[in-house]
């Protein structure tokens, strides 16, 4: 039997996780155009851990929003599990984002009011899940990071890197199948940031997720899989 030519392989953008054509975003600022991506192409396949590294403007942040359909490119095309979402509606998006996509950030994100179990509940909450059901994921997802012991506390009552554990717990406990995580060590001491890069370094080995890591600390990236450098809003060639 001939094997299988080129033009017969199925497009790079059905097989990647994650996939970027020539990606430009720009901002208009007092008469003034930013750029903030240039062109950017990437490519992510699934159950990878990518690290994003450059110094501050370069776009990282605006990169991981574009993915998540937080935001849309200026021009080229953003492609997640096969699914244009760089053309989808706002309504789209979000439907698309709450299945397919979790978000770990920088500064955690909870609500001060609810508990630690309340807060990593939520994503459930708003995807239609009920009772029993977002119970038993929730308690699943702690224990499996180890803060069962956490889920009635208050975020003020728990330390920064339970916190940002905790943030991983939300992220996670919809099932999505990229992470995307803003400096997630940022705010840590060197203990609590090694905790939350193998918990990161385990959801892709043990649960096979994606991960995407935006971070300016070489010590977080050499947990990735490889390190993608982002310089003047374009992916850095080699």
């Given at each position: ?7 017969t392989q199925p497009p790079v953008d059905e097989v990647a996780a994650v ?53 849309v490119p200026t021009s080229g095309t953003i492609h997640v599990r096969g ?38 509940g939520l994503p459930l909450l708003l995807n239609g899940h009920r009772g ?107």
């Amino acid at each position: 039997m001939a094997s299988k030519g080129p033009e017969t392989q199925p497009p790079v953008d059905e097989v990647a996780a994650v996939a970027l054509d020539r990606v430009t975003k720009t901002y208009a600022a007092e008469r003034l155009e930013l750029r903030a991506l240039a062109g950017a192409t990437l490519r992510i396949s699934d159950g990878e851990f990518v690290a994003v590294m450059g110094p501050s403007g370069s776009g990282k942040s605006t990169l991981l929003n574009l993915i998540a359909g937080l935001d849309v490119p200026t021009s080229g095309t953003i492609h997640v599990r096969g699914q244009c979402t760089s053309s989808m509606s706002d309504d789209a998006a979000t439907a698309f984002r709450r299945q397919f996509i979790g978000f770990i950030y920088q500064r955690f994100n909870f609500l001060p009011d609810l508990t630690v179990e309340e807060n990593v509940g939520l994503p459930l909450l708003l995807n239609g899940h009920r009772g029993v059901e977002v119970e038993r994921r929730v308690t699943d997802v702690l224990d499996q990071l180890e803060l069962g012991t956490r889920r009635d506390h208050l975020p003020s009552e728990v330390s920064g890197g339970e916190l940002q554990r905790a943030a991983i717990a939300r992220a996670l406990v919809a099932t999505p199948a990229v992470l995307l995580a803003d400096e997630p060590t940022g705010n840590l001491d060197s203990a609590a940031g090694e905790r939350v890069l193998l918990d990161m370094r385990r959801t892709v080995d043990e649960m096979g997720r994606t991960v995407i890591l935006v971070t300016h600390d070489p010590k977080a990236a050499a947990y990735a899989d490889r390190i993608e450098r982002l310089l003047d809003g374009r992916f850095e060639a080699g």
